[in-house]
T-cell receptor, first 115, second 116 residues
């Protein structure tokens, strides 16, 4: 089945540690996105990528990094500079020819917690 | 004023009730409007997607957009316990130039419980 796969489902980070969240899609979607969701808050955009080897900062990019070496993959690294990383992280993608005319589809998220 | 306002609830209704969920927004540039359903510990699932003003119906779900009032609604008829979830509204502008990306602005979500 086509879809967006996020792994792991749960992740724990120690102080000073970088961790990487995986996002893979087999939908042939061009654009991919990373959001952070905190209790009682809406989704906030961290980074997005329209095409391979290109990505842009979203509203809350500080303390995060991404890469887009393959169309199918858009991993997110939560660095030690992110002082409050505990949250639910969601990856999304958009079909080709989007331009706002196609909605985003989401994976099932990774819950990151501090040890 | 936040760009998108959504009453967080919680909203509790009996099975079979008609549910009305709403969002207001301040940016008149928003053209695309979406409703997502999110179950606990899951990602948001697209329910309805509309462009500009008007109504759209899909089974028990009806989405309404009133751009003059900057107000969108989702109605759920004959609500079921399986409808219990958080409902997120989202909206976006038409990008300035071509390209497949666009930024979604989300409401905070309304937690709905349908009691058997």
């Amino acid at each position: 089945d086509g879809g967006i796969t996020q792994s792991p489902k749960y992740l724990f980070r120690k102080e000073g540690q970088n961790v990487t969240l995986s996002c893979e899609q087999n939908l042939n979607h061009d654009a991919m996105y990373w959001y952070r969701q905190d209790p009682g808050q809406g989704l906030r955009l961290i980074y997005y990528s329209q095409i391979v080897n290109d990505f842009q900062k979203g509203d809350i990019a500080e303390g995060y990094s991404v890469s887009r070496e393959k169309k199918e993959s858009f991993p997110l690294t939560v660095t030690s500079a992110q002082k409050n990383p505990t949250a639910f992280y969601l990856c999304a993608s958009t079909p080709p020819g989007g331009g706002g005319r196609q909605p985003q589809h989401f994976g099932d998220g990774t819950r990151l917690s501090i040890l | 004023q936040k760009e998108v306002e959504q009453d967080p609830g919680p909203l509790s209704v009996p099975e079979g009730a008609i549910v009305s969920l709403n969002c207001t927004y301040s940016n008149s540039a928003f053209q695309y409007f979406m409703w997502y359903r999110q179950y606990s510990r899951k990602g948001p699932e697209l329910l309805m997607y509309t462009y500009s003003s008007g109504n759209k119906e899909d089974g028990r779900f009806t989405a309404q957009v009133d751009k003059s009032s900057k107000y969108i609604s989702l109605f759920i008829r004959d609500s079921q316990p399986s409808d219990s979830a958080t409902y997120l509204c989202a909206m976006s502008r038409i990008p300035n130039s071509g390209g497949s990306n666009y930024k979604l602005t989300f409401g905070k979500g309304t937690l709905l419980t349908v009691n058997p």
